[in-house]
């Protein structure tokens, strides 16, 4: 079964510069979502897909990230204009659908490395 | 609010002694507990999870975690370490209680060493 992709793996760009990442989920993984890992510290979510719309997003800086999902499988993640702190690893997920009282597994992909300059 | 405690940054072992990995953690209601593992320049590997039910976990490549309710912790352990352990573990937790969502949320991680 082939895992989450991601591309691409590494990004160097200047700060007010814009970037745009992308993620294919596992087939039949109806949950998709984006971390942020800032070095030295655990993934934080930015935001949660299921299908094509959006479960939470309360922690994505909303004047410079945009996410969709529009045809419920790939994604993309956008920052503009990009600053100095958004230098992290974003990672991408995906799960089976999520119900009320249950949990399923993440799978992560590779993620990609920004570095903003 | 739900939060995770790894309260060690690094922890050294033997090759073929015993690890343990410690996590704590708080959340409204039950938990669900998951350990994954980064290694250099991937992403988190899902190792084990507890949802309900026996408080040992078995998991992936011979790693084991239990789940103490009274001590709000989540210790991960494996009996005899090898030196392709060596890797950053994250502890993770997210509520059963449907109201808060069901994001979860990481510890700032562990590194373990594993040494001839």
């Known amino acids: 079964e082939a895992g989450v992709a991601q591309s691409p793996r590494y990004k160097i760009i200047e700060k007010r510069q814009s970037v745009a990442f992308w993620c294919n989920p596992i087939s039949g993984h109806a949950t998709l979502y984006w971390y942020q890992q800032i070095l030295g510290q655990g993934p934080k979510l930015l935001i949660q897909?299921?299908?094509?719309?959006?479960?939470?997003d309360s922690q994505l800086p909303k004047d410079r990230f945009s996410a969709e999902r529009l045809k419920g499988v790939d994604s993309t993640l956008k920052i503009q204009p990009a600053k100095l702190e958004d230098s992290a690893v974003y990672l991408c997920a995906s799960s089976l659908v999520e119900f009320p009282g249950r949990q399923e597994t993440q799978y992560f992909g590779p993620g990609t490395r920004l570095l903003v300059l | 609010a739900q939060s995770v405690a790894q309260p060690e940054d690094q922890v050294n072992v033997a090759e073929g002694n015993p690890l343990t990995v410690k996590c704590t953690y708080s959340?409204?209601?039950?938990?669900?507990l998951f350990w994954y593992v980064q290694y250099p320049n991937r992403g988190l590997q899902f190792l084990l999870k507890?949802?309900?039910?026996?408080?040992l976990v078995k998991g992936s490549y011979g790693f084991e975690a239990e789940f103490n309710k009274s001590q709000t912790s989540f210790h991960l352990k494996k009996p005899s370490a090898l030196v392709s352990d060596s890797a950053l573990y994250f502890c993770a937790v997210r509520s059963t209680f449907t109201g808060g969502g069901n994001k979860l949320t990481f510890g700032t991680g562990t590194q373990l060493k594993v040494e001839l």
């Open positions: 897909f299921q299908n094509n719309g959006v479960v939470d």
């Open positions: 959340v409204s209601g039950n938990p669900y």
């Open positions: 507890y949802i309900t039910g026996d408080n």
